[in-house]
Structure formats: C-alpha cells, structure tokens
C-alpha cells in the first residue's frame, strides 16, 4: 500500500475524505476511475491522485459524482460541514 508522501494542499476539503471512503470500500484508484468513468467523470490517475491531496480544485458535478460513486452523502464529503480554514 503506498502511503502519502506529501502534506495535502488546499485546494478542495473533500480530498482526504474521497481517500478515506474510496479505502471504506478497499477500492484501488483505479478501481474508483473505472466506476466513475461509468458515471461519466472521466478523469486520468493523475487527476485524481492530485484531487486526493487537495490540490486541484473539485467541480460541483465532480463531487455530486464521487458522493454516489463511494456510497457517501455529500455533506460528509465536505466535512460534515465544518469550517474549512485554509493554510496561509
């Protein structure tokens, strides 16, 4: 299993929880490109790798997508609702 060499970024909040609902369902990315290009996202690896770390902005079409994909209400892929504070 690789594990994350960088910090995440802040480019999106739902990063951190797509990887840890995408490892709920012991899904490799791969697996996740493959059912989300099902649904008619079609990104590459490299995409989603950076959409993970939270640097690279998140589409609202994306999110509604990955929310069904992983099985997860879209609140809770935004934390829940919870402030996000960017680092400065």
């Known amino acids: 299993?690789?594990?994350?060499?960088l910090k995440l970024g802040n480019k999106n909040i739902?990063?951190?929880?797509?990887t840890i609902a995408r490892k709920?369902?012991?899904?490799l990315q791969k697996d996740l490109?493959?059912?989300l290009?099902?649904?008619?996202?079609?990104i590459s690896l490299p995409a989603l790798s950076l959409l993970e770390g939270q640097k690279r902005p998140v589409f609202d079409y994306e999110l509604f997508i990955l929310a069904k994909v992983?099985?997860?209400?879209?609140n809770w892929l935004l934390n829940n609702g919870e402030a996000f504070k960017p680092e400065r």
């Open 24 to 27: 709920e369902k012991d899904m």
């Open 37 to 42: 290009q099902v649904e008619g996202l079609n």
């Open 1 to 5: 299993m690789n594990y994350r060499k």
């Open 14 to 18: 739902i990063g951190e929880r797509v």
């Open 33 to 35: 490109l493959a059912k």
């Open 70 to 74: 992983l099985g997860k209400d879209v």
